[in-house]
């Protein structure tokens, strides 16, 4: 319990959810590996039964080569024999090609699917956990660990699976033929394969950390570009470049650690093949010759041996490439699995379908003795009581580490209450979802984000299908007119990245046409005066006043001139609510405007 605050329903299930930590979380193994080609498996199996049957004819035509060679040697017809041998050679190679194309298609369609999954997870994360991940590093797992997958995916485990099975009867068919010479190949290549499995074993380790080390470069690059004017401005672009290539050298070194490993797998299962099959040349040579073995068993006992190395070695170089995406899927796994924000927030229990309609002549938004920490035994709030009626403009004022931010956070569903209640238009917000609470509100955040695209895009963004009507009025509110008209394409002009071709308060004017647009019951303004000067001050105090005419304000605010224009004000201190009046009744305990900037 902290300091009173009792845990809520929202917070015992936000802390279960934490769960262990990435280093902590459960291990995958190949078993994982075939449950992500679930929906896909039809397709594989046709390309693997396409790959078997291509099997089975690679596996014949050792017989036929023996069958061609006893028939001419012994003076019988043999050209149908040749004929044949031909056939199912150029079956074979039609047959693998399908196959092989099946399952690279099948491939990306898993990775597609496996990038749609994380994109949708990734946008429905609860906010605390976009804290614990960088940016860069969450890009990385989407891209470059789905892309390492791919071949994992589809083509491996089914080359896996052909490899054996071709082995399996390429070494039926060498005991069939000579059952001793056999078991020399056995013997060398099995002596030589045991020692190579050995280093299969440091592949995963090794890719992970490369992975992590480029996730890790991607967040510092990304942080960087981020910032590019004061980079420059700092003159920090060599401590940058160094910085980002100590991270690039990491994902070399972990990479070059598999890379060592990988590239003695080939080689050794060539030797292996290459040994054996010189032995089989001199010990079934000297076979033939004492007359203990035919020539035609020779031949076809070397084809066997030529035929299942490459599957062999195949098999070797798949099992360092499943380790490579096991690796790829332990962090993609450890992404996809996090609990949504509809998975960890609480659903309301409810008798009727529909949520109940608001409360007559209730307040736009009641605290109700509140508490929250983001960490035990450390409040933010502490039981803050006040209440905003419907189509008023109430300011939120009080120094940097107040509270005013959490309460922000609280109403949009951010976070859950720990004690204490909110009230929506009359309703505890736990007894409706989280979808419904945002429906009523809007946000302008200080930072007054403003994305890549056009103007239209951007104001549009809550209300894709919005009429020109429902636009221009919302272009009016914000005083966004003369910006409109002096673009070359008006709302159709690209507003660069970030809106780096709008100014800081043409930037917070955009956001706030976006967040009037739906026409929000409650709005809420994180500092809107933040980026503005005098005359744009001016401006925006006409567009709140119009504003309050049609929903509810809250505003976090700063400046005095602000300040001034709410008709009540929430005086925050420590998580506490220390007073709450007009400006004239709570003016001598602001302790002017210094001590509210934060």
């Known amino acids: 319990m902290l300091n009173g605050i009792r845990p809520s329903r929202a917070a015992e299930r936000d802390e279960e959810d934490d769960g262990p930590e990435e280093d902590d979380a459960r291990r995958v193994d190949w078993r ?67 196959g092989h194309y099946l399952l690279e298609r099948t491939g990306e369609r898993i990775v597609l699917g496996l990038r749609q999954r994380i994109v949708d997870r990734l946008l429905r994360w609860p906010l605390r956990r976009y804290q614990q991940h960088r940016l860069g590093d969450l890009l990385t797992r989407t891209t470059s660990d789905t892309t390492l997958l791919r071949d994992s995916l589809a083509y491996d485990l089914v080359e896996a699976g052909v490899g054996v099975f071709v082995v399996i009867g390429g070494v039926a068919m060498m005991i069939w033929l000579d059952a001793m010479m056999f078991l020399i190949v056995a013997v060398i290549v099995g002596a030589i394969g045991g020692l190579t499995t050995l280093l299969l074993a440091g592949i995963r380790r090794s890719v992970e950390d490369a992975q992590d080390s480029l996730g890790a470069m991607s967040s510092e690059l990304e942080r960087a570009l981020s910032a590019i004017r004061t980079v420059r401005v700092m003159r920090a672009e060599d401590r940058e470049r160094d910085r980002i290539g100590q991270l690039a050298v990491q994902s070399y070194d972990n990479s070059i650690q598999a890379v060592k490993r990988n590239a003695v797998i080939n080689p050794a299962m060539t030797l292996a093949t290459h040994g054996a099959m010189i032995t089989v040349l001199v010990v079934g040579g000297l076979r033939v010759a004492s007359g203990a073995a035919s020539l035609a068993d020779l031949v076809g006992f070397l084809l066997y041996v030529t035929y299942i190395a490459s599957p062999l070695a195949n098999m070797f170089d798949v099992f360092a490439t499943l380790q490579r995406g096991l690796a790829a899927l332990q962090r993609v796994n450890d992404v996809a699995e996090v609990p949504t924000e509809d998975e960890v927030s609480p659903q309301p229990v409810r008798t009727q379908p529909h949520a109940p309609e608001p409360v007559p002549d209730a307040p736009a938004i009641e605290f109700r003795e509140v508490g929250f920490a983001y960490e035990p035994d450390r409040p ?23 509270g005013k931010s959490t309460v922000f956070s609280l109403i949009a569903r951010f976070f859950e209450p720990q004690s204490g209640h909110i009230l929506l238009g009359g309703r505890d917000v736990l007894d409706l979802t989280v979808r419904e609470c945002r429906e009523a509100i809007s946000l302008v955040e200080q930072s007054a984000p403003v994305m890549h695209g056009t103007l239209r895009e951007n104001v549009v963004y809550a209300k894709p299908d919005a009429s020109d009507a429902e636009i221009e009025r919302a272009v009016a509110l914000a005083s966004l007119e003369s910006l409109v008209d002096r673009l070359p394409e008006g709302l159709d002009t690209l507003v660069g990245e970030h809106g780096s071709t709008l100014s800081g308060g043409e930037q917070q004017r955009v956001a706030i046409a976006r967040a009037l647009l739906p026409r929000p019951q409650l709005l809420l303004l994180d500092e809107p005066t933040s980026h503005l000067d005098a005359a744009n001050e001016a401006v925006l105090a006409r567009t709140i006043e119009d504003i309050s005419t049609e929903c509810t304000l809250l505003v976090i605010a700063h400046r005095p001139s602000t300040i001034r224009a709410a008709d009540r004000i929430v005086l925050l201190d420590h998580g506490r609510v220390e007073a709450i009046g007009e400006y004239d009744e709570v003016a001598h305990l602001l302790g002017g405007s210094r001590d509210l900037v934060g």
Do not use: C, K, W
């Not at 028939?71 to 050679?89: M, Q, T």
């Not at 150029?90 to 693998?96: G, S």
């Not at 209440?387 to 939120?396: N, S």
């Open 380 to 402: 933010v709030l502490r039981d803050v009581s006040f209440t905003v009626p419907r189509l008023t403009h109430v300011a939120l004022v009080g120094p940097s580490g107040a």
């Open 32 to 98: 994982d590996l075939i449950r992500v080609t679930r929906g896909h498996r039809p397709m594989i199996a046709g390309a693997m039964a396409l790959s078997l049957l291509g099997g089975l004819m690679g596996l014949a035509q050792p017989l036929l080569a023996t069958r061609t060679i006893e028939d001419f040697a012994n003076h019988r017809p043999y050209v149908l024999a040749l004929v044949l041998l031909g056939a199912v050679f150029v079956a074979e190679a039609v047959i693998t090609a399908l």
